[in-house]
């Protein structure tokens, strides 16, 4: 028997009572219902007849965008690199490696020597610092960016969970329990946190007087208020909330003694939580103290003599690493970064550079006609 389609139903790709088959049914057309489709539906978006914008590249579009990048990066990238020499800085490295170096006999010192060994070196500042001094310690060669080192930790814990605290996570293996006690905290970012002491002196006539270093607000507020807990309980009795936990391998004394201040010992000490945001690269830098200003007619740090006293505990010869301490002024952009500068004026040079190339090509070879004659 023939089957007769509509005009609609061919141009569809499909008969609307479906083919019929012995039996009295009909294949696809779901008992008479509506007939399902491929067809993508009839709008501007599915049809592609959205309109659409495609730019034309010609001398009088390209050449003033190219002096135009090249005049606004340059004076951005003087004014940033101007900036950046500005800021004060004064860099001391104490690896002692150097056999001329005051600290090179505590070069093989290990994690618990007892005394500490300590070494004063002597320096001096040709110029003042005037504003607000950050101090902070560098060490290179020193992979926070590993990622079983990184995972090492236990958020949990950190953040005051009693249950966490007690059992800490896996990945905090092989930092995770000692003598059948949870470490707290646990893993091995704790394990190896930087604890050298450093202390500033002026020199006057021979006379040593001690530079303020405000251990507080050198960590990001997040860190201190949010991410970082002690366990909850009596805040004052810090010894109490870490009964049955036991100090990290590499610690001298637990994590409840790091600071006589309530408000900065446990988990929220600064220090602690500095050296827990891991470094994207070997060589980096964390803020250790601040140095403030105390009035407006006299510098932060006056050009003449300093010693730097320091109690070497943190042991880096064995992975040839190095250790320093900065001294550094920050300005509106940061610290010292004279490369954001340098990048500046190269784009907006190369970009100044192309178009006095591309202007003198298009007034030469632009006006020629490089339509080529068709013979009949």
């Known amino acids: 028997m023939a089957v007769n389609y509509s005009a609609k139903e061919e141009a569809d790709g499909h008969p609307s009572g479906g083919v019929g088959v012995p039996g009295g049914g009909a294949v696809g057309s779901g008992g008479g219902g509506a007939v399902k489709t491929r067809k993508p539906d009839n709008t501007a978006f599915k049809q592609q007849r959205l309109p659409a914008w495609q730019p034309i590249l010609t001398a009088g579009t390209v050449l003033p965008a190219f002096f135009i990048i090249g005049l606004i990066f340059i004076p951005i990238g003087i004014g940033i690199f101007v900036t950046s020499n500005n800021i004060r800085e004064y860099e001391i490295d104490y690896t002692g490696t150097e056999p001329s170096s005051p600290c090179n006999k505590c070069l093989n010192v290990s994690w618990d020597s007892t005394p500490p060994c300590t070494c004063t070196i002597n320096f001096t500042l040709e110029h003042a610092f005037e504003s607000n001094v950050f101090m ?12 079983r080192y990184v995972k090492s930790r236990d958020d949990s814990q950190l953040n005051g969970d009693n249950s966490s605290l007690l059992n800490p996570s896996k990945e905090c293996e092989p930092y995770r329990t000692n003598e059948d006690k949870p470490i707290a905290p646990c893993g091995a970012i704790a394990n ?6 450093l202390e500033l002196y002026r020199i006057d006539n021979d006379t040593r007087t001690p530079i303020t270093l405000i251990k507080k607000g050198i960590a990001w507020w997040t860190d201190k208020n949010v991410k970082f807990r ?3 309980g009596d805040g004052n009795n810090l010894t109490a909330l870490f009964q049955g936990t036991t100090k990290p391998v590499n610690w ?6 790091l600071d006589s201040e309530p408000d900065n010992n ?8 500095v050296w827990m945001r891991t470094a994207a690269l070997p060589t980096f830098r964390k803020l250790y103290r601040l140095i403030e200003r105390k009035n407006n007619f006299q510098p932060t740090l006056q050009a003449g003599k300093y010693s730097l006293d320091i109690a070497y505990n943190y042991p880096v010869h064995s992975f040839d690493g190095r250790k320093r301490m900065i001294l550094s002024t920050i300005s509106w952009m940061g610290g010292k970064n004279p490369f954001l500068g340098i990048a500046y004026i190269t784009v907006g040079s190369i970009c100044f550079f192309l178009g006095v190339v591309l202007l003198f090509i298009h007034h030469k070879y632009g006006n020629r006609n490089t339509s080529a004659d068709i013979p009949n």
């Open 230 to 232: 002690n366990p909850t």
């Open 266 to 273: 446990g988990f929220i000490n600064e220090d602690f939580i």
């Open 136 to 147: 902070y310690y560098g060490l290179s060669n020193f992979y926070q960016n590993h990622r």
């Open 252 to 257: 001298p004394k637990p994590v409840y003694m």
């Open 192 to 197: 190896s946190m930087f604890n050298d002491t």
